[in-house]
């Protein structure tokens, strides 16, 4: 009766940290598509900087998820790579815009955001 408690314990606790992945990686595309819509619309400087920053935070906290589509497929497969890929690339273009509102230049800087929805519709059809 015990093992089968401890067996049923054991089953319940790493069904739960799958489905915390998931969790995770559905929170940091939130955080993504939230930041993206306060760069868009702000006429702030501090507020586009400080969206971005949790930007960069999300994408790079999303490289340690794996997207449902790629559940099952090793580390060092060709899917999980581009998967990557495009999260760098993200964060490359996350930085160019941050650069542009650091300098206060927010109408360069929202044009240059717009490759992050880019980014993010190519990605989306990869991997969503």
Do not use: C, W
Request: charged share 30%.
């Amino acid at each position: 009766m015990r093992k089968r408690v401890i067996a049923m314990l054991s089953l319940s606790l790493l069904s739960g940290s799958a489905s915390l992945y998931a969790a995770d990686l559905e929170n940091d595309m939130d955080t993504l598509k939230d930041g993206l819509n306060t760069v868009m619309k702000t006429g702030d400087a501090q507020e586009m900087h400080k969206a971005l920053g949790e930007m960069r935070q999300a994408a790079q906290d999303a490289k340690k998820s794996t997207p449902d589509k790629l559940e099952g497929q090793p580390a060092d497969s060709a899917q999980m790579k581009d998967f990557h890929a495009g999260l760098d690339s993200l964060i490359a273009q996350i930085d160019v815009v941050d650069k542009l509102a650091q300098a206060n230049n927010l109408d360069g800087a929202k044009t240059e955001a717009k490759k992050l929805a880019e980014i993010r519709n190519a990605n989306h059809k990869k991997f969503r």
